[in-house]
T-cell receptor
């Protein structure tokens, strides 16, 4: 069975600094997607970034980038130039890909990120 | 520009009572999901639907039932609520062709006393 592990329950970063959130996963499959979701205090889940396992290039979305290490089954999120609005719970998620579509997502337990002014 | 709407946002039940949570989406998404979120456990999939009239069990389906009579609506029912069902419930939806991009509702806080 696939599992997703986030070993950092809480993290803190100074405004304008860079922070990296860790995520590891376990799977025997070769085709899958990985995601980072953001959940601010409003509880709305927001997709931050996604990575296709077959792509070697790390995904980037503005200030958000990932370090995808397929062999190590590691998928970390780097937030550059942190802003107060980045404060939220961040979830790492995995989805198996087959038959031209992805299967249901499996989420990690989340990392609560605080941004200090 | 509603997206995914969940009702109610908060609810308190007594053990044994029943209730239905409603999820509505206006994006013509084929897939819909119900998750529960508990502290320290992330989000766990309860049930999901890949189209109107279809439902399937997720990771933690016991104690819940669902229905998808209309494409835009996905209902989650608790027939006899238990304290273990105290949780925050999230509905999500996605397109079939791009179904890893989930659109989430804002959640329902349910307390069972």
């Amino acid at each position: 069975a696939q599992t997703v592990t986030q070993s950092q329950p809480e993290m803190s970063v100074q405004e304008a600094e860079t922070v990296t959130l860790s995520c590891t996963y376990d799977t025997s499959e070769s085709d899958y997607y990985l995601f980072w979701y953001k959940q601010p205090p409003s509880r709305q889940m927001i997709l931050v970034i996604r990575q296709e396992a077959y792509k070697q290039q790390n995904a980037t979305e503005n200030r958000f980038s990932v370090n995808f290490q397929k062999a190590a089954k590691s998928f970390s999120l780097k937030i550059s130039d942190s802003q107060l609005g980045d404060a939220a719970m961040y979830f790492c998620a995995y989805a198996l890909y087959y038959g031209g579509a992805t299967n249901k997502l499996i989420f990690g337990t989340g990392t609560l990120l605080a941004v200090q002014p | 520009n509603a997206g995914v709407t969940q009702t109610p946002k908060f609810r308190v039940l007594k053990t044994g009572q029943s209730m239905t949570l409603l999820c509505a989406q206006d994006m013509n998404h084929e897939y819909m999901y119900w998750y529960r979120q508990d502290p320290g456990m992330g989000l766990r999939l309860i049930h999901y639907s890949v189209g109107e009239g279809t439902t399937a069990k997720g990771e933690v389906p016991d104690g819940y039932n669902v229905s998808r009579l209309k494409k835009q609506n996905f209902l989650l029912g608790l027939e006899s609520a238990a304290p273990s069902q105290t949780s925050v419930y999230f509905c999500a939806s996605s397109y079939r062709q791009d179904n890893e991009k989930l659109f989430f509702g804002s959640g329902t806080q349910l307390s069972v006393l």
